[in-house]
């Protein structure tokens, strides 16, 4: 009889504890099923969109991939445009969209418009880039602008991040800068830097140009930058970047040894991208 009563009097506790607080736990149930569901979701979401650009750009980077003998297509241009272009509509905060971006900077260039190739470059640093590829896009776009005239410019966007394993890229480019606004004094320290980093990767045009600017005879800076080069590997990143300012050590000032020479955004996309991967 005790026994009955015990458990009738736990089934009426329960039976008030439910009436008052039966509605907030059914809420709080429903929330956490809805939080629990929608992370669910948002990761699927997420993984969905990832899978989506990573199948773009792939499609991209074969259309527009070329051996060293070969030119790119009209057809083929046509398509990497298009591409890239709905990399940066549809996956805007995405890696591949700056990569896009940096595909039409390269195709701009070619074209001689540096100041589409400019925009481009401007938007993947606008856009959020990633740190690393940052430095590289932070890089062409301070080429870019030598390229326009813009001295001032050029030297600015430089300073504006820390260059990191590009240390030697960013004080030749300087050297560049520096040699194209007549400031040799300048130039030159600016090139001895970057012999002096070359441990991040040979540089056998900043030599050339220190060279020149210091009036050291010709097959013997040829010997000297040999030397500096015994057992050690040149990044393809690292020779475009040398090769397209090579015009500015004649003092060429004209218009189209200006687009040649920012055409390095075209030349060393691929090593650039993997130098940074």
């Known amino acids: ?19 008052n607080n039966g ?19 948002w990761v699927s979401e997420t993984r969905y969109t990832a899978e989506a650009a990573s199948a773009i750009y792939e499609e991209l980077a074969a259309v527009v991939y070329v051996s060293p003998l070969e030119v790119l297509s009209e057809e083929k241009r046509s398509t990497g445009q298009f591409l890239a272009e709905q990399l940066k509509q549809e996956h805007p905060d995405s890696l591949y ?5 940096m595909q039409l900077a390269k195709f701009a260039v070619e ?25 590289i896009v932070n890089y062409r ?11 001032a410019a050029a030297h600015a966007q430089l300073d504006t991040v820390s260059p990191a394993g ?38 056998p045009l900043a030599q050339i140009k220190l060279d020149d600017i210091v009036g050291i005879d010709g097959m013997e800076s040829i010997a000297r930058v040999q030397n500096s080069l015994d ?15 090579s015009s500015q050590i004649s ?25 940074d991967s």
């Open 97 to 101: 969209a700056h990569f896009a971006a």
């Open 23 to 41: 509605v907030s736990l059914v809420v709080s149930i429903v929330l956490v099923l809805a939080v629990v569901f929608g992370y669910r979701s």
């Open 111 to 135: 074209d001689g418009d540096l100041m589409t190739a400019a925009a481009e470059l401007q938007w993947a640093i606008d856009n959020d880039v990633d740190e690393k590829v940052g430095v």
């Open 231 to 245: 057992g050690s590997d040149m990044t393809s990143s690292d020779m475009s970047g040398s090769e397209s300012n």
């Open 141 to 151: 776009l301070a080429k870019v602008k030598l390229a326009q005239k813009k001295y």
């Open 166 to 203: 590009h240390a030697r890229s960013y004080e030749e480019l300087r050297g560049d800068i520096y040699h194209a606004e007549g400031e040799m004094n300048k130039a030159r320290a600016a090139y001895q830097r970057a012999v002096n980093a070359q441990a991040e990767g040979a540089s």
């Open 251 to 275: 003092g060429s000032e004209a218009s189209a040894s200006d687009v040649e020479e920012a055409k390095v955004i075209s030349s060393d996309v691929a090593g650039s991208e993997s130098e």
């Open 1 to 19: 009889m005790v026994t009955n009563s015990t458990e009738e009097e736990q089934i009426e506790v329960l039976k008030k504890w439910i009436e």
